[in-house]
């Protein structure tokens, strides 16, 4: 019985020494945590742009919390997912219908105010001309006149996706652009970035995001400045990852969520990381 006893101890004892270190020392201590009204004091607005369908679910937390705390958030997303995984004898045409549900799903869910949906070419962003897709975004700019927009970060696009770092630098060199412009309402870019030591994690345990990491370029992710903890809309978290449960963004991109309790994994991973990849001066 004593064997026994001492034996549930060391288990109990080792399984909180990982806790421990997955909670204190993989993730970020140094980032300072920001409430997500101070992501657009002024005039709370918030402009959302990523490339694809899907793309949002790196952020969808702090979403979440900018829709409960009342400010207005829309969504650019610059192309159909055409290109993305297709199941068995299934067209692009019939996974742009499907990835294209699903994003309106999801808008719902993190209670985006508007979607807007355009038809740049998925996968073929980076070998287009910048102007095209600076004509897009700088669109939606003037359009919802948003304080702050939320995209990738400019090294990796988070892990080396082309449309990703094509996307996230047009962003950054259209604000540049028109820096000393009155009229333009942009001051700040929030990137999505992760510590080094869970970029360390994903490396280890998602073979998608190992094998594209240091394809494209030997940079590393930006070192996140500050950090929006994100345990109370995990709800919204999780109904928007089951609604993107064709994916495998899951077993892709989120280590330890297969075999961890829902609630014991966002008490872990309870916060979204970012860095200021432009503000105004």
């Given at each position: 019985m004593r064997k026994v006893l001492k034996s549930l101890l060391f288990v109990g004892l080792l399984l909180l020494g990982i806790l421990w270190y997955v909670k204190y020392v993989v993730t970020d201590g140094d980032a300072v945590q920001l409430d997500v009204e101070k992501l657009a004091p002024q005039d709370g607005r918030v402009l959302v742009i990523f490339?694809?369908?899907d793309d949002?679910?790196?952020v969808c937390g702090t979403i979440a919390l900018l829709d409960n705390a009342g400010i207005e958030t829309n969504y650019l997303c610059l192309t159909r997912g055409e290109k993305g995984a297709k199941e068995k004898g299934q067209t692009a045409l019939?996974?742009?219908?499907?990835?294209?549900?699903e994003l309106k799903n999801s808008a719902a869910i993190l209670g985006i105010d508007i979607l807007v949906q355009d038809t740049l070419p998925d996968g073929e962003l980076s070998a287009m001309n910048d102007s095209i897709i600076k004509d897009v975004i700088l669109r939606e700019i003037n359009r919802f006149k948003p304080e702050t927009i939320i995209t990738y970060d400019t090294n990796k696009g988070l892990y080396g996706h082309l449309d990703h770092?094509?996307?996230?630098?047009?962003?950054v060199q259209l604000c540049e652009q028109y820096s000393d412009s009155s009229f333009f309402s942009v001051n700040s870019v929030v990137s999505f970035t992760l510590p080094e030591k869970l970029v360390e994690v994903f490396l280890n345990n998602s073979k998608k995001f190992k094998n594209r990491f240091y394809k494209i370029n030997?940079?590393?992710?930006?070192?996140?400045?500050?950090?929006?903890?994100?345990?109370?809309?995990?709800?919204?978290?999780e109904a928007v990852l089951n609604n993107y449960n064709k994916r495998k963004i899951i077993s892709n991109l989120m280590p330890h969520k297969r075999w961890l309790p829902k609630d014991l994994y966002y008490y872990i991973h309870d916060r979204e990381y970012f860095y200021y990849s432009w503000k105004r001066n």
């Open positions: 490339p694809h369908p949002e679910v790196s019939n996974l742009m219908k499907e990835r294209t549900q770092i094509k996307t996230s630098r047009n962003v030997d940079l590393n992710l930006p070192k996140p400045e500050f950090a929006v903890k994100t345990f109370s809309s995990r709800s919204q978290v």
